[in-house]
């Protein structure tokens, strides 16, 4: 076991301008030498949704290695962490193209500075893909959240949505029924981890272009995600083979029923299955080490 605690520790918010708002999540820009149990040991530490952990990738350049832990477990890919790291790349190493190299597959991602000064980063997601959920299976997911098939919205039927990590989406007829959540954490964790998926991209359409989401966490030992990148890009996989949606640029706004306002910017593509999500990041206090 390797010394968790010689790395530098980096905190930043992402999808958000404000270090109050967005998700949090914690960048470790050099783990040479950190094993699997040293990363956990340093995400559960901190106790954010998600921590990055960068090694410079063969290819050497801007290419780099990541694994993303939460303080349960790994996932195969993270957005809001994607985005915290490549700004904190962007600020050491200048803003450009960026290589993540993750479980998931290549992520490329661009950062670029606002007329504001604030970066933003820009990831493009591995090839998504979308299939049905069991009928059994939706019954237990909406018994372990306290939902009724009532309370679904009807026009966006429930599938579960790839783009670099599985999201059960559900969708609510009304932005009441997502702001009252309050869900069985060890029953839905059951439920995720057989079906493994990451989080639940629960939604409620605002406008055509715009969505309110949340996102519970349980498998990762976190009641519920702030904001959710990978969960953004599997909406947009969603939307376009459930709807037809070619071409468009979405906005989702997540965190306002947590205090913790955050923007995730979505954008599809025609004749490109793949999903970019863009989102600002700022860092968060004091460095921790």
Known sequence: MNDSHSAELLRYAAFTADPAGGNPAGVVLDATGLDAADQLAVAADLGYSETAFLTPAAAGGRAFAVRYFSPRAEVPFCGHATVAAAVALAERIGAGELLFETKAGPVPVLVEAGPDGVLAATLTSVEPHVEPVAAADLTEALAALGWSDGELDPAFPPRVAYAGARHLVLAAATRARLAELSYDFERLAALMTRLDLTTLQLVYRESEHVFHVRDPFPVGGVVED?????????????LREVHGVQEAE????????????GVLRVELRAGDPRIRVSGTAVPIGPRRG
């Open 250 to 261: 979405l906005t989702l706004h997540q965190g306002e029923d947590l205090g913790r306002p």
């Open 226 to 238: 702030p904001a959710t990148g990978a969960a953004a890009a599997a909406l947009g996989a969603y």
